[in-house]
């Protein structure tokens, strides 16, 4: 399973990297301000649909019912299966998007309140979410065949595919954008061919496999009926940090100009370990849970959570580290420009320190909640998640006031612990998971790799002002030895403290 998580780690590096570029493209050349506001809403809401429904609730439902099939039932059931979803999913899909298209100034009045009466502002945001929401519609039937090569473990495309997105983006702003009178509608028509080409890509594997669709809506299919049971619940449960995080836009639409800018800069910066290895370990783990599951062994399946949570607690705990003690360098280093400024740097980083809070909660919901959906229990989660939100709103309220934008962050962050925590206890009282040995003498052994990686990049960070009076060359040769030799006294001082590589790939 290591290499599998290699892989899908590997390209989800590359992606996250071409993210940065990305927003290093988008500050550089537009900036914080009311136009990248209405862009990041516009952005958003698909944003959230597809995380809502295709990373989402789609993706726990549909690959453990796939598993099932694949492993107790012939070759033809399982196309007609496929071919049911997938007419089932495209049609419910055309529908979302014809509302989401026609609705579109009431959407934008939902969920970014405060963009009304405020000039140009609300109807720019209109025009790009009628050019964006459509991207659920590609990207939605991109999770449905990844989710089918995963089952076969084919993950290499899966994991490739976000690139496009990332590419087609910085295509746009930087040949598009010049050549309209609103530059920063290009960013949405890049939305829109990302969506195009990540679909094309997943064509030609589905054939090699033979899986290739025929669009047959069918719901009233055994198999999509038990997807859609298992979907309702889970709409909710896989998605409460994205919901967390619309709450926190909708919010931050009544603060100041650029408040939303800032934690979209900060959340990217948090969302780079998230992504790399909350996404990659989900996406390995969900699958052969599913099938541990299905073949009735549930030792295996105690065990593969185990490692899954050792390789967060080895790898998540130094992210979550370095991005708070490197927060102003990183955002500096990254996005400041003639129009991304010292207090547009000031106030990103506020935030992203809020969200390094829950760092380790938000990779952690990764892991566990597939414990969950592997055996088609959804209920579980939903319960937690309603106590997630309601942590998560109650603390918008206490912290926006003192910390405005960085408040919303903070809340965020706070209710994915909560969330992560109660997920663990409730996999432990159903006794689908036994922590297996040896868990105090790995917690001490990274305590103390921390306190040495800590101290290196405490001595040789330097003050956010320093950074800020440097060229931009002058602070990327800073990080690019100062992030090696703390890595490297982490994982040093791991290794002399006794933890090996068969501590990571022995599941």
Known sequence: MFKSLSTVGFYTLLSRILGFVRDMVFAQVFGAGAATDAFFVAFKIPNFLRRLFAEGAFSVAFVPVLTEYRERRDFAALKHFVDHVA?????????VVGVGILGAPAVIALFAPG????????????????????????????????????????????????VLLNLSLIACALWLAPRLDRPIVALAWGVLLAGVLQFLLQLPWLARLKL???????????????????????????????????????????LAAGSISWLYYSDRLMEFPVGILGVALGTVVLPKLSRQHAGASPRAFSATLDWALRVVVLLAAPAALGLLLLAGPLIATLFQSGVFGVDDVRRATQSLIAYTAGLFGF???????????????????VRIAVIAMLVNMVMNLVLVWPLRHAGLALATSLSALVNAALLLRALRAQDAYRPSAGWAALGARVAAA???????????????DEWLG???????????????????????TLFLLGVRKRDFVRA
């Open 87 to 95: 007419g089932t999913l495209g049609l419910v899909l055309l529908g």
């Open 115 to 162: 963009f009304v009466g405020e000039g140009a502002q609300f109807p720019l945001a209109v025009e790009m979410l009628r050019l964006t929401f459509p991207y659920i519609l590609f990207i939605s039937l991109v999770a449905f065949a990844g989710g089918i090569m995963n089952a076969h473990g084919r993950f290499a495309v899966p994991a490739f595919t976000p």
């Open 212 to 254: 290739l669709p025929s669009f047959r809506p069918a719901p009233r299919d055994e198999g999509v009926r038990r997807i859609l049971r298992l979907m309702l619940p889970a709409l909710f449960g896989i998605s409460v940090t994205q919901l967390n995080l619309l709450i926190d836009t909708l919010i931050a639409s009544f």
């Open 363 to 381: 990779v952690a919901i990764k892991v566990l909640a597939p414990g969950f959906y592997a055996r088609q229990d959804t209920r579980t989660p």
């Open 450 to 464: 921390l306190l040495v990686m800590g101290a290196v990049l405490w001595g040789g960070g330097g003050t956010l």
């Open 470 to 492: 440097m060229a931009r060359s002058a602070r990327v040769v800073w990080l690019a030895w100062l992030i090696p030799v703390a890595a490297a006294a982490y994982f040093v």
